[in-house]
């Protein structure tokens, strides 16, 4: 079980520093994982238009790159911050995206039925969530048979020395302060095995696992 102990305070100015900072990753966080999403629905014969849902989707940032490479998609996001979803919003109204479906919602407790899904994005909160095992379960039960989940985080197992060195590229990106914050929720990241192994015994099949500094894996219904 995972649980950060900063999820319950995102208050306006908290958010609105967290949509600063990580706009600045647009190109090097949200762009290339959107364009890894878009081509792993390529890649497992996902046909028609599918719906998208981003869990813990906060400011909504890789739901507007996915839409930007892929217009066609019908987009939800689940998050259990109010603040987030306003932001989120605002800003979709701003860009004029408005097929967007915003839900409040716990990870843990997904406010879809089963089997309506056709492809689940995570990226950077699974170990933020206050029980990881069974947010995985209810993403298996809203998926689709054939579809997709795709999660991003930060990766437990990966050796700390080697975790340093991508430390000062951040610094120098979101700067130190947010690098900081970025490094304290250090003792929550999951070890991207145990994180296969809830996958696996649910039933996923075809599981891939990128052992990055930022783990990816995917997995099919
Ligand atoms: C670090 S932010 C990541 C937001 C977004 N995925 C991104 O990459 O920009 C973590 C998000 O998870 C949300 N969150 C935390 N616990 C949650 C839960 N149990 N269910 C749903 N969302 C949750 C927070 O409100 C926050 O928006």
């Not at 599918?50 to 689940?78: A, H, N, T, W």
């Not at 979709?92 to 097929?99: R, S």
């Not at 879809?112 to 995570?122: A, F, G, K, Q, R």
């Amino acid at each position: 079980m995972s649980q950060s102990n900063e999820n319950n305070i995102w208050t306006r100015e908290r958010v609105e520093k967290y949509v600063q900072s990580t706009e600045k990753l647009i190109n090097f966080r949200y762009n290339p994982f959107a364009r890894q999403i878009i081509n792993s629905i390529d890649k497992f014969g996902i046909e028609g238009i599918p719906k998208i849902l981003d869990i813990g989707c906060g400011p909504g940032l890789l739901l507007f790159e996915i839409k930007k490479i892929f217009p066609e998609g019908k987009l939800i996001g689940v998050d259990s911050s109010e603040q987030m979803l306003k932001i989120a919003k605002e800003k979709a109204e701003q860009n004029n995206i408005d097929e967007l479906e915003l839900m409040k919602g716990l990870a843990e407790d997904i406010p879809l039925p089963n089997d309506d899904i056709e492809v689940v994005v995570c990226l950077n909160c699974l170990h933020d969530f206050k029980d990881a095992q069974q947010t995985i379960e209810q993403v298996y039960r809203v998926l689709r048979s054939g579809g997709i989940f795709i999660l991003k985080d930060k990766n437990g197992d990966y050796p700390r020395w080697k975790m340093r060195l991508h430390f000062i590229p951040l610094i120098l990106r979101i700067g130190l302060k947010r690098a900081r914050a970025y490094l304290r929720s250090e003792p929550f990241w999951l070890e991207p095995h145990e994180v296969y192994n809830w996958m696996d015994q649910l039933g996923f099949q075809e599981i891939s696992v990128s052992n990055k500094p930022d783990y990816v894996i995917i997995g099919k219904k």
